[in-house]
């Protein structure tokens, strides 16, 4: 599966927007992950995930970057992933299904952000995007 060039154009550009509320959006991604989907806090157990935390906000803030390198190597995911996929694999082992969960809350964030430019095109670009990133996060299960 890749992005087209179009779904690229997209993502690029959206993420200039996303990059500027780039904590706030991770903490907000983290805060519906683990409210909406309860189950995905037992991959957490060292960390206080209350709504606002610390920790939450720390932890929203490094997965948006890894999200930003992507965009800023978008035609290359795999090579900029290489050192995350690894560790979600081998070391954190987070089953691949979360990756759907969190990618979900991801867009419905961005969605009530930037409603203007999250047309059902922008949508599926997004979706798309999340389905590559976790796919290059879960290769190494295989
Ligand atoms: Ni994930 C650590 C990025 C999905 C559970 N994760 C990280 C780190 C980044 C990151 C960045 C910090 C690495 C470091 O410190 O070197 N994670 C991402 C991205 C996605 C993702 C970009 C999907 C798009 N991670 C998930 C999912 C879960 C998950 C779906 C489980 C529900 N991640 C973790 C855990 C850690 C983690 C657990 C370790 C946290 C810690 O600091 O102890």
Redesign the pocket.
């Known amino acids: 599966m890749s992005l087209t060039k179009t779904e690229r154009t997209i993502i690029v550009s959206m993420w200039g927007k996303i990059s500027t509320q780039a904590d706030p959006i991770g903490t907000e991604t983290l805060e519906r992950?683990f409210l909406s989907y309860p189950q995905?806090k037992t991959?957490?157990p060292?960390?206080d995930l209350h709504a606002g935390s610390a920790q939450l906000r720390a932890?929203g803030s490094?997965?948006v970057?890894?999200?930003g390198d992507?965009v800023k190597n978008i035609d290359n995911i795999t090579g900029a992933?290489a050192?995350?996929s690894e560790?979600?694999a081998y070391i954190?082992r987070?089953?691949p299904v979360?990756?759907k969960?969190?990618?979900h809350c991801?867009l419905v964030t961005v969605a009530a952000r930037f409603p203007a430019d999250f047309t059902a095109e922008a949508h599926a670009a997004w979706d798309k995007f999340?389905s590559v990133?976790?796919s290059v996060?879960t290769e190494k299960y295989r």
Request: glycine share 0%; hydrophobic share 65%; charged share 10%.
């Open positions: 992950l995905t991959y957490f060292h960390f932890h490094k997965v970057a890894a999200l992507a992933l050192k995350l560790l979600h954190l987070v089953d979360n990756f969960l969190l990618s991801l999340m990133v976790s996060l």
